[in-house]
């Protein structure tokens, strides 16, 4: 079974849709380790609002935390510290998406950042979204992914900026597996729309 996390180049690029179109696709659950943020309107809530099929299980976080803020300043003003150790992946028999918190290196705790929570067995797709400094945060990213030697795969999201997205294929040689266009709304409609267009790729993950 396929384990694919989640990662961004930054905060708002467009994780959470991109989750819910290959959770969709794949028919797999949906985790997000560390939630930080309304908990009465989380990430979680959104999948379980964009994605169709009856297959899916939406597991609970590790950590729940009431802030919007990077995980370790949110942990501490909920008085909690997050362990590492505390964060394993639910136990299931299906595929499994698991969806970050911001950037790969957004702090958990004094030691840990999202990078630590990525196990050496995850495939890792990247979600680009095209602004002034995406390509270097996009370098960046996949460098580090690459470099500790992880499976990745860039998803972009955002209109066709051509010469963009060529030196970032060019300059990291990972797979693109395709786009996620500028769309008025993103509903359970729109979201199996994508599902079934990057179904195949997904598939051969």
Known sequence: MKQIFITGISTGVGKTIASAIITEALEADYWKPVQAGDLQHTDSHKIKELISNTKSVVHKSAYELGTPMSPHAAAEIDGVH?????????????????EGAGGLLVPLNDEDTILDIIMPQYKV??????????????LLTVGWLQNRGYDVSILF?????????????????????????????????????????????????
């Open 82 to 98: 997050i362990e590492r150790n505390n964060i394993q992946a639910p136990a299931t028999n299906n595929h499994l998406v698991i």
């Open 125 to 138: 797709v990247v979600v680009s979204r095209h602004y002034l400094g995406s390509i270097n945060q996009t």
């Open 157 to 205: 999201s955002g209109n066709e900026h051509t010469t963009t997205e060529e030196i970032i294929s060019k300059k990291t040689g990972a797979p693109i597996l395709g786009r996620i266009e500028e769309e008025g709304v993103f509903d359970k409609k729109v979201i199996k729309k994508y599902a079934n267009l990057l179904r195949p790729v997904l598939v051969s993950l």
